[in-house]
């Protein structure tokens, strides 16, 4: 079962039209700019059906079409190194939250992007 985690980042609308843009790259770093990011708890159980670990993946979408993702490889690939690190921080912001817990039940946790 995922557990979807409230923490979003990079929220952000696109304003403009490709047209507008001037080009279609400048376009595509816009769009990549302005996807959105929710992070899913998924558990990690042992083949004996014991809870062995708790995986962080990143779902990222376009604010346009929230319902439909896009590849976090694509995303990750597509976005500059300020912004990776941004994600990494989410990251372990969110797990520290949650890191009483994990240490409490002894699990271990593994991020995915």
């Known amino acids: 079962m995922t557990k979807c ?3 979003q ?11 507008e843009l001037g080009d279609a790259a400048a376009f595509e ?13 998924q558990p990690i159980y042992r083949t ?20 439909r993702f896009v590849s976090p490889e694509t995303y990750f ?6 912004e990776r690190l941004q ?5 372990m912001q ?6 009483p817990r994990f240490i409490q039940h002894r699990y271990l946790h593994i991020i995915k992007g």
């Open 5 to 7: 985690i409230g923490q």
């Open 9 to 19: 980042g990079n929220l952000g609308v696109i304003q403009a039209l490709p047209s």
């Open 29 to 41: 770093r816009q769009y990549w700019h302005h996807c959105q990011r929710r992070y899913n708890f």
């Open 48 to 67: 004996s059906g014991k809870l062995l670990a708790i995986e962080l993946l990143t779902a990222v979408f376009s604010p346009a079409f929230p319902q």
């Open 77 to 82: 690939a597509s976005i500059n190194v300020a």
């Open 87 to 91: 994600v990494v921080i989410e990251q």
């Open 94 to 99: 969110l797990l520290s939250r949650w890191h």
